[in-house]
């Protein structure tokens, strides 16, 4: 098969950057559930490198769960139709659920989460995103943890994929037209 060609993005956050500002986050977020057991849910695909460098620097005790959800397919625009297409796997009830995102743009997406989430009754929900673009955000929506807040550019890298490529890039660029 051959190689595809890809485009090399306009460098935004440094591997580093990203790195210091996690453990920020997660000083936070040890600090904020002292005391207490979470169950982290990591949405898939485009949090995963995101989910496990933060949990690595969380102390509490911990159970990670795995949700996935579609709705920007290969468009750089999202389709505006969120879609579960995996869910986690045992009961909420009753448990301090951290949702962790890899970016929140228009809002739709953590929305639709976190109302599927609310309705089996944890004892807490909170939502984490390493990147959150306000100027887009449509929805009322707030998360209690955020990495950066980046422009109304379309980023790839560090989990987050253009057509399925770049989420193995160590840093976060923008892709430009
Ligand atoms: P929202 O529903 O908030 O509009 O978008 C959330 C989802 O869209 C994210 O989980 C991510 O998969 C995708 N997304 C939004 N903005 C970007 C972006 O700038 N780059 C990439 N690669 N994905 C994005």
């Known amino acids: 098969?051959?190689?595809?060609?890809?485009?090399?993005?306009?460098?935004?956050?440094?591997e580093d950057e990203i790195k210091g500002r996690i453990k920020i986050m997660a000083d936070e977020i040890n600090h904020d559930y002292q005391g207490?057991?979470?169950?982290?849910?990591?949405?898939?695909?485009?949090?995963?490198?995101?989910?496990?460098?933060?949990?690595?620097?969380?102390k509490?005790?911990?159970?990670c769960e795995f949700l996935a959800t579609s709705s920007y397919g290969n468009d750089k625009k999202s389709s505006g139709e969120v879609k579960l297409t995996m869910d986690t796997k045992y009961p909420l009830e009753g448990k301090h659920v951290l949702v962790v995102e890899d970016i929140v743009d228009s809002?739709?997406?953590?929305?639709y989460i976190l109302a599927l989430l609310k309705a089996r009754n944890p004892a807490s929900v909170?939502?984490?995103?390493?990147?959150?673009?306000?100027?887009?955000?449509?929805?009322d929506l707030t998360?209690?943890?955020?990495?950066?807040?980046?422009?109304?550019?379309?980023?790839?890298?560090?989990g987050l994929d253009y057509a399925g490529l770049y989420r193995n890039l160590p840093y976060v660029g923008v892709l430009e037209e």
Do not use: H
């Open 1 to 14: 098969m051959e190689k595809e060609q890809i485009k090399t993005p306009r460098f935004l956050l440094s």
């Open 36 to 58: 207490k057991d979470v169950t982290a849910i990591c949405i898939l695909k485009g949090g995963m490198v995101f989910f496990t460098d933060l949990i690595r620097f969380l």
């Open 60 to 63: 509490m005790p911990l159970r």
């Open 107 to 111: 809002g739709l997406t953590l929305s």
């Open 126 to 139: 909170k939502l984490c995103s390493l990147l959150f673009k306000p100027a887009s955000l449509k929805r």
């Open 143 to 158: 998360v209690d943890y955020v990495g950066f807040k980046i422009g109304n550019e379309f980023v790839v890298g560090y």
